[in-house]
């Protein structure tokens, strides 16, 4: 744990210092509310704060409540320390924002149980913390693949529309299917074809740039979102994809399977009021088109003015 002591006081500094070294942290120090803030404002910010009430410059109250105002994420546990015992002082502490309050002098075993509290209540918090992500992850996360699942792609659609008009740039959905993926299950098992959805989502999230959107649809269906400049480029990221693909080769037992898959895209010049349903309909009619064809291509239909589209580095009106 790493802990921050703040006093203009250096006697008060080192009798904390002095107690808590006992304990498995990492203890920095701070002669003032400034260099305090410069300590919470750091690469490696304390998770807890024994902080001097009355400092010149800037008090201990006042340097809770700017952490309680700026500080989003993993707020610290401060402790305020003061020679006023009075109870309108621990409540005034406490309403700035302070966990809790010590009353000099300081007794070194009063001081071991508040740091016992407080990590206490630092580690659920940090439990807590790692539960939400977990919640977090099965809410947008697909668990089997770990990209997308069909409500967060779904989500970040709108978020990649309005990146996309800001930008001036044209927008690809595509929708992408893992070709003969029933017989793939039907020869060498479900857990194979799992593995397949696993190793096939890898494939997308690596030849897909860090910005597009990968997200798994539905059984063997994902849909892609992208940024692109005109039809060719979209021709060219997803046939760079689908290239990806078709050298990918998966071994089952003495065996290797080789998978590819069919690609329906769509173009668009973005639109606040354009719908996802539409759009998916559209790639997904191009994807019809791919399977129709043989499968293992790429089929892209765009519902826009050709001499509109934006070409890499060109500015439209």
Not at 82 to 105: H, R, T
Not at 149 to 172: H, T, Y
Request: overall charge negative.
């Amino acid at each position: 744990m790493r802990v921050l002591i703040v006093d203009d006081d250096p006697t008060i500094r080192m009798t904390l210092e002095g107690v808590l070294k006992k304990h498995d942290c990492e203890i920095y120090e701070a002669d003032s509310g400034f260099k305090a803030l410069e300590v919470i404002q750091s690469d490696h910010p304390p998770e807890l704060i024994f902080m001097d009430w009355n400092m010149p410059g800037l008090s201990g109250v006042e340097v809770t409540t700017l952490v309680r105002e700026t500080v989003a994420e993993n707020q610290p546990y401060v402790i305020i320390i003061s020679s006023n015992s009075d109870d309108e002082d621990v409540i005034k502490a406490l309403s700035y924002g302070a966990d809790d309050y010590i009353v000099k002098p300081i007794d070194g075993r009063f001081l071991n149980a508040k740091f016992a509290v407080a990590q206490r209540i630092l580690g659920i918090q940090e439990k807590l913390r790692q539960t939400n992500l977990v919640l977090e992850k099965l809410a947008y996360y697909d668990e089997l693949t770990g990209v997308l699942n069909r409500r967060a792609g779904n989500a970040s659609f709108q978020v990649e529309m309005d990146r996309a008009i800001r930008k001036e740039q044209n927008v690809s959905i595509a929708m992408v299917d893992i070709d003969h993926f029933k017989k793939i299950n039907d020869a060498f098992g479900h857990q194979t074809g799992d593995e397949v959805l696993r190793v096939f989502s890898r494939v997308l999230r690596q030849t897909m740039r860090p910005y597009d959107i990968v997200c798994r649809y539905g059984g063997e269906e994902f849909m892609l979102i992208a940024e692109i400049n005109n039809k060719d480029e979209a021709s060219d990221l997803f046939e760079r994809v689908r290239e990806t693909v078709s050298t990918t080769q998966i071994r089952h037992a003495n065996q290797t399977i080789n998978i590819t898959a069919s690609f329906g895209v769509h173009v668009v010049i973005p639109r606040t009021d354009m719908i996802l349903k539409s759009l998916v309909q559209k790639a997904d009619e191009a994807l019809y088109e791919a399977k129709s064809a043989g499968r293992n291509k790429v089929i892209i239909s765009a519902d826009l003015d050709e001499s509109k589209m934006t070409e890499p580095g060109s500015i439209t009106d």
